[in-house]
């Protein structure tokens, strides 16, 4: 059987090419002892597979030319010489971006079983999956959301953001949202939990914050770094916390990557905390978020919002509306 995957050609420059990959077709080798053959249905896409391409430039260990891109995916067991893994079982983990994965069960692939919960299997890799887990461990856990907190959120329409609204919500929080267009701007208040939303490519953010939180913000939940953080930390209340989750406005242009902070004192003078987090800190608690999500989910207390692109080839298309703004909630890929 063939399996066709894509590996890396190039470096990305500020947007990523389809010409940064060649499409390979390879025979796939019959399975040993232990292993399981996965038909990929779903392939996630993320801005920190950009940090994988770079060279040196790395979140994670950056990628040689030549091999298979890197990156999660949702699939299905086609074939098993693995005692835990049985033919039909729906699995979660590094696929890569590949039409067939060869897995061993090793730590190496972080391969789990699925709990479909009657949703799409999709979701296993957006709200019930590791961008679902960032909205709710990031602002839950590293943000310390309290009943009544004030929340603002950057890239609000995007896969992270789109869940955080409504968690804040759910908690008796009230959000605000920023994004890039009037659309966007729209699905946040009518749809995705919201309080106010903000367009900051036209609106003064400044004097908008002002007049949705005129006490200001107890929670900044960072997606994308740069001006935006700058005048958020203006607008701080005493004891606030800053869950920087991304940077995204940094990751575009690499010459122009490292904006200096000027209102960095704020966090001082408000006694606030600002805090990273990598989502695998939480990995013993991904399945406790999970089942409370899901159970949401059921309870119509949370919805969720996917954009998937249909096709293996579509992966660069796909990891490029991220930097282009495109992307609506969850960007997927939709390989079988
Ligand atoms: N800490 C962790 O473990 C962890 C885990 C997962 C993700 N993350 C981070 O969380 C953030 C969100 O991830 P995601 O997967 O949900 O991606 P995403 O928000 O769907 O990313 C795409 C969105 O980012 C915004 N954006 C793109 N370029 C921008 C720019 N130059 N300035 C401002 N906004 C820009 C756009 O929304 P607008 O239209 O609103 O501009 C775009 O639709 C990313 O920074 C990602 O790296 C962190």
């Avoid at 979140?59 to 890197?70: A, K, Q, V, Y």
């Avoid at 966007?184 to 309080?195: A, N, P």
């Avoid at 003064?204 to 997606?223: C, M, T």
């Avoid at 406005?249 to 000027?262: G, I, K, P, V």
Wanted: glycine fraction near 10%.
């Amino acid at each position: 059987m063939k399996n066709n995957r894509l590996t890396l050609a190039a470096r990305p420059g500020n947007y990523i090419k389809k010409s940064d990959f060649v499409m390979q077709s390879v025979d796939l080798p019959p399975l040993k002892e232990g292993e399981f053959l996965i038909k990929v249905l779903f392939l996630s896409v993320a801005p920190v597979m950009k940090f994988y391409m770079l060279d040196g430039a790395g979140i994670e260990n950056p990628m040689d030319l030549g091999d298979t891109m890197r990156g999660r995916g949702v699939g299905e067991v086609i074939e098993s010489k693995n005692r835990d893994f049985q033919i039909g079982d729906i699995v979660q983990g590094k696929c890569g971006w590949q039409q067939y994965v060869v897995c061993d069960g090793s730590p190496y692939h972080m391969m789990y079983k699925v709990n479909q919960r009657g949703l799409s299997y999709s979701t296993a890799l957006g709200i019930l999956g590791m961008t679902g887990f960032t909205s709710y461990f990031g602002l839950y856990k590293v943000g310390e959301l309290q009943q009544g907190d004030n929340v603002l959120v950057s890239a609000a329409a995007g896969g992270v953001g789109s869940n955080v609204g409504q968690l804040a919500q759910i908690k008796g929080a009230r959000a605000v949202g920023m994004a890039s267009t009037d659309e966007k701007c729209k699905l946040l208040t009518d749809k995705l939990g919201y309080y106010g939303a903000i367009n900051y490519k036209t609106e003064n953010v400044s004097e908008r914050l002002d007049a949705l939180f005129p006490k200001g913000i107890d929670v900044y939940f960072d997606n994308v770094g740069g001006e935006l953080l700058d005048i958020a930390l203006t607008k701080l209340r005493r004891y606030a916390r800053v869950v920087c989750c991304g940077r995204i406005s940094q990751y575009e242009d690499r010459e122009n990557s490292n904006y200096s902070l000027l209102n960095w004192h704020k966090i001082g003078a408000t006694r606030s905390k600002m805090q990273g987090f990598f989502i695998y800190d939480f990995e013993e608690d991904f399945p406790v978020a999970e089942k409370e999500m899901a159970r949401w989910i059921k309870e119509g207390k949370l919805t969720y919002q996917e954009d998937i692109l249909e096709g293996l080839e579509n992966m660069p298309v796909a990891l490029n509306r991220l930097f282009e703004r495109k992307n609506i909630g969850k960007q997927l890929v939709k390989i079988s």
